[in-house]
């Protein structure tokens, strides 16, 4: 190891895994009935194409930017170097907020496939959440869980790195099982009605699609690790950005003709019971149901490396608490900034399993915010600095640069007041003036501890 820095030691497969792994996690599983239900099987679909041609011009202008400036932090280097520290700072805590949601999505989540296994392991009572009751045990499997990965991503990257590769291959190995019983026994008239609800199902179904894609943003986070040409650091990311678009609606597909909407609307994991159906077995559905546990500790895993490896950036710049800065003096990981997320995530199952869908919306919002900055520092610095080397660098910059700038903020606009996937009072709007009160107090903390220093 090398004391108080980085070292590159993740090779091109764990990066792709990293990438992929993080964008498909656990929501394919748990989420595809209701995005059908929500927008129709057609519908839904297309909102995932829509919201994926979006992520594509985002994605390419992390591409050259992470080829360009392959350091820890990704976001935050990219708009520290085009639009100045204040602005660095937001863009980073904006994208921190969806890496937090997502590993506290993962936690509550992990009960919830539990209780799907195992039915009635809920046990003892402990208050109630927005009508849904909270159980001890269904706590505590989120709590040891996450108690688990963050103790994983503490002990090194490259551990947290193999587990992505071994739990990702699982995860395709059951789609693919999904989407060839899709082809072999589905029945198209399942996909009846293909659009419902109008433009606000639609809607609904848009604006969860940056969180759903957030993901391939963890190899710039992690790029001052990857040990690749940095070239290819922006292949990867694309490569990765193209699987996910497939496979979500890949699977949507696959439920839609496994499914009649009576049965969707009955079931309780749509996306199980349609492996159930499809491969003429429960064993299919149990199998499905592994899989999603390999999706969400890959989602789980890669955020957890992502969010920690911002939080070292706006420590190492003076903008959080310099301790969080800090590298184990054996392991070479940012352990307190590991830790500070871990503990969210120990926190989060406490809120029981409505959690779930406050936390995609909220951190949907910051992720878009996000990408709009990061879209703005790819043009500014495309024009101040055009001599920048870019080992990656894509075509007709200009045109990706205001494209991905306008479908960022066209999507962000729609978690507004007045827009009909506007994000929910108080739940989901208290999540997010919430996390602009932390970041307002850390950024407090850790500007007097770099005065004082």
Known sequence: ??????????????????????????????????????????????????????????????????????????????????????????????????????????????????????????????????????????????????????????????????????????ILFVGVLLLGGGVVNGDVANMQPILTNGAAGFLGVMVMVPFMFVGFDVIPQSAEEVDIPFADIGKLLMISIAMAVFWYIAMIWAVSVGLSNAELQASALPTADAMAVLLGGSWGGKLLVLAGIGGILTSWNAFLIGGSRAIFALARAGQLPASLGQLHPKYNTPHKAVLLIGVLSVVAPLFGRPALVWLVDAGGLGIVIAYAFVAGSFLVLRKREPDMDRPYKVHNGKIVGWVALILSLGIAALYLPGSPAALVWPYEWMIVLGWIVLGAVMSQVGSRTRRNA
Request: glycine share 12%.
């Open 1 to 170: 190891m090398v004391d108080g820095q980085f070292i590159r030691v993740i090779r091109r497969k764990e990066v792709l895994a990293l990438s992929f792994g993080a964008m498909i996690g656990w929501s394919w599983v748990a989420l595809t009935g209701g995005w059908i239900n929500g927008a129709g099987s057609v519908g839904a679909m297309l909102a995932f194409l829509l919201g994926g041609i979006m992520v594509v011009f985002v994605g390419f202008t992390y591409a050259e930017l992470a080829s360009a400036m392959p350091m820890a932090g990704g976001e935050h280097v990219y708009s520290h170097r085009a639009l100045g520290a204040t602005a660095s700072f937001i863009c980073t805590w904006a994208i921190l907020l969806g890496y937090v949601s997502v590993v506290a999505f993962e936690a509550v989540a992990l009960p919830t496939v539990t209780e799907y296994l195992l039915p009635g392991f809920s046990r003892g009572f402990l208050w109630t959440v927005a009508g849904w009751d909270v159980q001890f045990t269904w706590v505590m499997v989120g709590v040891v869980a996450a108690i688990v990965m963050t103790t994983i991503n503490i002990l090194g990257i490259r551990t947290a790195a193999r587990l992505q590769v071994l739990a990702t291959t699982l």
